[in-house]
């Protein structure tokens, strides 16, 4: 059976971007064509760096209508999602490692009205997550590890993502596949060959001499060729 390409999304961090000014940074993203905007939230003990809580993201909520998604890189996470969802995430994304009670944390996600998924550090196995798949719209495979921006893609992830695909496919699921980390022009391909169609870049963006909006228009062409080898 083949199963067409889920549409190529582009969800750009803001861990690059200036943090005096990221109401006009967010701005910035959204004039340049992404179709989310990725908040990494760490808390300093589940990953080595710490940045943003939900009252600076409920600050830039009011300057753009693009969607927001919160990346939870933090221990007990059920603590506070509440939060990030009443700051203005229709997305909570939960590391499957950062809780004992997954099935309960992301039902919380899902009781609170936001869309619940589910984030893999590159160690831990696909079969982590194969009984929560029912509860999620999306699965995130990092393709480094988590904590900071600016790291090498980990190609090793494909084989990953790909299992992760055919799992999606074969249960009938409506789920989309997230990477992030090291994703840009030389990597994009790859990965979306592979089965993602969530594509989470950073430095990438911020770094083309010909600005953001080239930088998204540039990876979504690059992804879409992926998902349609020889056309």
Request: hydrophobic content about 45%.
């Amino acid at each position: 059976m083949t199963v067409a390409p889920r549409p190529v999304q582009i969800a750009p961090s803001v861990l690059p971007a200036d943090f005096s000014r990221l109401g006009e940074e967010c701005v910035a993203l959204q004039q340049a064509g992404v179709d989310r905007i990725q908040w990494d939230v760490m808390d300093g003990q589940f990953v080595p760096n710490l940045t943003f809580g939900p009252d600076v993201i409920a600050a830039c909520r009011p300057h753009v209508t693009v969607p927001f998604e919160a990346h939870l890189m933090v221990s007990t996470p059920e603590v506070l999602l509440d939060r990030y969802i009443e700051a203005g995430c229709e997305l909570i994304l939960v590391h499957a490692e950062s809780t004992i009670h997954l099935h309960r944390c992301l039902e919380q996600v899902r009781s609170a009205g936001a869309a619940a998924a589910v984030a893999l550090n590159p160690s831990t196995p696909i079969s982590a997550v194969s009984h929560v798949l029912d509860l999620v719209e999306m699965v995130l495979v990092m393709t480094v590890n988590p904590g900071f921006g600016g790291q090498a893609y980990l190609a090793s992830m494909e084989p990953k993502v790909a299992e992760l695909r055919t799992l999606i496919v074969e249960r009938g699921l409506d789920v989309d596949i997230e990477v992030d980390g090291g994703i840009g022009p030389e990597t994009i391909a790859g990965a979306t060959a592979a089965g993602a169609n969530v594509l989470v870049a950073g430095s990438a963006l911020y770094r083309d001499p010909e600005g953001l909006a080239h930088a998204v228009a540039d990876l979504r062409s690059r992804a879409e060729a992926a998902q349609h080898p020889g056309a």
